[in-house]
């Protein structure tokens, strides 16, 4: 199968390389021509514009786009008035799936198709395969199940659910059709607001245990909070056996591992917007969502955004209670 890749990031270039190794044809195109140059080494196709990269691809075209998703709609709208019917896009930017259905509605007015994929892996995928939540027609999609397999991690990334006998699922591979177009987008942007609650869970858990020595802490009972933990070691033994075991406690303990006292990082916190989206999403859905919101919040925080608040909060103490600020554990 042959098929293009528009943005050669960390991303689309690590998803180019494993499906080339494959052994799908790829034509590569980014404004940055120096990412072009290594996936050329490798074996891409170079594509100077987008027109280029559609004259180099056989017919029906199929293009991926993995480009910044402030972006993505500005060259879907370009990409789409040099294709012809029959021709694919395909979305693998982390964009709203609600503009992912209006893309679907438009283009399909001219027969080409929109495919959305919900991709997660980040720069391990190209190692570890990459997770994919994919939404369109079924007819474009089982079109293009040679390079969704090529991408996704395979049968041997998990062990198989006790459950589930008989010939192997799409699921087990590690992709899913998740339903129409805005589908794998939308079940991408809710998997994006759970990393946020499970992040924030780890993350405060283990501020507490840092605290938990004393000199930071400021417990009731001093005498019975002395625990001087090694959050390095914590993280490192709860990777074996724990309940908690996962790939962001493995990624944890690294960071750990490497700066224990994380003196390179400020601890302000950004959103890529998939969290805010979720939130929204609950909110119209009138479903409840305390901790993916709460974490979203937490993030607003780390960037001093509740410098007033907090202000404004130790002020009425000081003006109800005569509290100074120095007399917290009060």
């Not at 339903?179 to 942007?189: D, E, I, N, R, W």
């Not at 507490?208 to 909070?225: F, Q, V, Y």
């Amino acid at each position: 199968m042959q098929f293009g890749m528009i943005g050669l990031g960390r991303m689309g270039s690590g998803l180019a390389r494993r499906a080339m190794q494959a052994g799908l044809e790829c034509v590569a195109y980014d404004a940055n021509e120096e990412l072009i140059a290594g996936l050329i080494a490798e074996g891409a196709t170079a594509a100077g514009s987008l027109a280029d990269l559609m004259s180099k691809l056989r017919a029906p075209r199929r293009v991926w786009v993995m480009i910044p998703a402030s972006v993505t709609g500005d060259v879907i709208t370009e990409l789409a008035s040099l294709m012809q019917s029959g021709d694919t896009i395909i979305d693998g930017s982390n964009s709203n799936y609600r503009d992912s259905v209006d893309h679907a509605n438009k283009l399909a007015t001219a027969g080409i198709d929109f495919v959305d994929v919900g991709t997660s892996g980040g720069v391990f995928g190209l190692e570890r395969g990459y997770c994919l939540m994919i939404g369109g027609t079924k007819a474009a999609v089982e079109v293009l199940d040679p390079l969704f397999r090529a991408l996704a991690p395979g049968l041997d990334a998990a062990t198989r659910t006790p459950a589930r006998t008989g010939e192997p699922s799409q699921p087990e591979y590690g992709y899913l059709h998740c339903g129409p177009a805005g589908a794998g987008h939308f079940a991408k942007m809710v998997h994006n607001g759970i990393e946020y609650g499970m992040m924030a869970a780890l993350a405060e858990g283990l501020n507490l245990l840092a605290h938990a020595g004393g000199p930071r802490g400021e417990a009731r009972d001093p005498g019975s909070h002395r625990f001087n933990f090694d959050l390095a070691a914590l993280t490192e033994v709860w990777r074996r056996g724990s309940v908690v075991s996962s790939w962001l406690l493995d990624l944890t303990a690294e960071a750990l591992a490497e700066d224990p006292e994380l003196e390179g990082f400020s601890g302000r916190v950004s959103d890529s917007g998939e969290g805010r989206w979720t939130v929204q999403a609950a909110v119209d859905l009138g479903v409840p969502a305390h901790v993916l919101a709460a974490s979203l919040f937490d993030r607003f925080s780390s960037r001093g955004n509740d410098d007033i608040a907090n202000r404004l909060l130790s002020a009425m103490r000081m003006q109800f209670g005569g509290h100074r600020e120095n007399g917290d554990s009060q």
